[in-house]
């Protein structure tokens, strides 16, 4: 891909979403809710807002009199805050295409050549680079950034209504976020089962006779004439099941070191750490991954798919164990990045 073609894509997508980010009106409030035995306690407070920026902490301690003579802080207090729907979608939006644009894709492009070949990390950037050149690790950007815009809206509007509500009822921290990142995943699923299988055929296909001028429309165009509409959800399966427990497993594992590990309490450093682990601890589900791949790699072949045993007992025979988790390094980079820009950076909002 022409490098200008590139940067002009990404400069106008990020640029829309931006400027709708920022003009878009928050409406938003912060409840704050306390659990005292079987009692919910609300109290409703102004979010702080300056100008067009607004910030919102996730915790929040308030000493309070329990009777005439002992006072107790109390530190089960979660800070929710009320957003308009469209101003949730935008941020979820904004947010996911920073994450692919800022070094997601191309760590996207990395994993999907490991997980195929079986080059490790270097050996997969070296021959990216050789068949491509540089800006090859961005192939498929201008797909990715719609995906990513549609990924980040349903993401951060499943998620926020879960986790706001959940907590409202009196969950603990840890089961809304747990919760709030399993039905944010299976949303995304919706979307990045068809965007998953271009992604993969254009980097399947990259540089192979026949494949030289295509694009995210051509391989859906040839997809849906060799296997129908539904030849773009072959692999839907692996896909809700890895994005279920990506972001169950991103957010439970990042709320785990906040609250329990206390590293919340380190600020923004403590927060990345959180993230840090968050992304680490999620990639335990790196054979589902590997396995969805290469079924949608024979669909862009043209190969009919197998069942996701017989993917699992192939591989097993072939590569042994260790060939499940093909793809392990550059998964956990693009979970660590991720889970940074999406759940870490929405607690710090306070979302």
Known sequence: MPSSRLMNCGAVGSLVVAVAFLVSSSNCHASTVAWKGSMIHHKVQPAYSSGRRRMTFTTFHEEWEE?????????????????????????????????DLSGGTPVETIKCQTTVT?????????????????????????????????????????????????????????????????????????????????????????????HENDNAISVARRIMKEKGPLGLYYGMGPMCMRQASNWASRSGFTEIARTNLKMSKYGVLGEIGSGIIGGVGSTWNTPIETIRVLMQKDVSQGKNTKPFKQYWHDIVEDQGYVGLFRGWTPRTIQAVWQTVFMVVVPNMLGI
């Open 67 to 99: 009777s005439k003579l002992e006072a107790k802080q109390q530190p089960d207090y979660k800070k929710v805050v009320d957003c308009s729907l469209a101003y949730n979608i935008l941020r979820g939006s904004f947010l996911r295409i920073a994450s």
């Open 118 to 210: 079986k080059d490790n990390m270097q050996e997969a950037i070296q021959n990216i680079l050789k068949e491509g050149g540089f800006w090859s690790l961005w192939a498929g950007t201008p797909s990715r950034t719609v995906e990513g815009a549609l990924l980040g809206a349903l993401f951060m509007l499943g998620s926020s209504i879960t986790k706001k509500r959940l907590l409202a009822m009196g969950a603990s921290p840890f089961v809304a976020a747990l919760s709030a990142g399993t039905v944010g995943g299976v949303a995304q699923a919706l979307v990045m089962t068809p965007a998953g299988m271009i992604f993969t055929s254009l980097n399947v296909n990259r540089g192979k006779k026949g």
